[in-house]
């Protein structure tokens, strides 16, 4: 049964929280795009959904509990999604798995380590393998991956989160240097920055509170990535003409230190 009867642009965001995600899914369905929304927790994915046909109107999105440490429940996910709302135009892999608080290499099990590089790298090769066929019948379609400062540095504590930030950025050139000349933009974007949500985010505004920074509580847009204005990079990259395609990009506040060129 299809759920797009309209027959709108297909955007499936894999990773779908309430920071980035959601931001994302808002964007493009202001733009015309039906919203594939696609993560583990259904409540989470249930108000996202709620809050865009409330804004945009019933049936611009729908939401998939896909798991994204297994590659069946990624294939199924994508196979509904073909059947319900058409061909995937737009894939924004926003997956990220990792601790707030840091843990020693030493310290860090075998479990967590192979469940964060699924989620953050086998997750995205999944993904990528449905939805690239498609795209390449049409001759035309975008994947962005959101990548993070830990794509490019490793650092103490994070043992378990950037190699599979790193695989990542490499899966994003490989995709990029296959199949750009048959028309799919392949696009990796940087999260220099602790992003404003509940997660690190929200960790820092809880220091900075501790802290009396009041200058930083105070002009939070200038310390923390907002969400919502990095929606509007996606949509820029997804825009953008053939002559001039970007495929890496790295993004800051404008008094967050440039972490990533260090």
């Known amino acids: 049964m299809s759920y797009n009867p309209e027959n709108k642009p297909v955007i499936a965001v894999v990773g779908c929280g309430p920071g980035i995600g959601a931001a994302v899914a808002r964007h493009f369905a202001s733009k015309g795009f039906v919203a594939a929304l696609l993560a583990r927790t259904e409540d989470s994915l249930r108000t996202i959904a709620t809050g865009i046909d409330a804004e945009f109107g019933v049936g611009i999105s729908r939401y998939y509990i896909t798991d994204l440490r297994i590659e069946e429940s990624v294939i199924s996910s994508f196979r509904v999604i073909r059947d319900e709302l058409g061909p995937v135009q737009v894939l924004v892999y926003n997956a990220g798995a990792r601790r707030v608080n840091g843990r020693e290499l030493l310290e860090t099990t075998t479990e967590e380590f192979e469940g964060f590089t699924k989620i953050n790298l086998f997750g995205a090769f999944w993904s990528t393998k449905c939805v690239l066929p498609d795209m390449l019948d049409r001759e035309r379609g975008t994947i962005i991956y959101t990548g993070a400062t830990g794509s490019l540095r490793g650092s103490p504590g994070l043992g378990s989160f950037s190699p599979g930030k790193f695989g990542l950025r490499s899966l994003a050139q490989v995709v990029a240097r296959e199949y ?70 790295d993004v800051r506040p404008q008094k967050e230190d440039m972490f990533s060129k260090l």
Do not use: C, M
């Open 180 to 249: 750009q000349d048959r028309g799919i933009h392949a696009s990796h974007v940087i999260i220099d920055s602790p992003v404003d949500g509940k997660l690190v985010g929200g960790v820092k505004k809880r220091q900075w509170q501790r802290e009396n920074a009041a200058e930083k509580l105070e002009n939070i847009e200038a310390h923390l990535l907002q969400p919502t204005d990095l929606a509007h990079i996606y949509w820029f990259l997804h825009t953008q003409p053939r002559s001039t395609w970007t495929h890496e990009l």
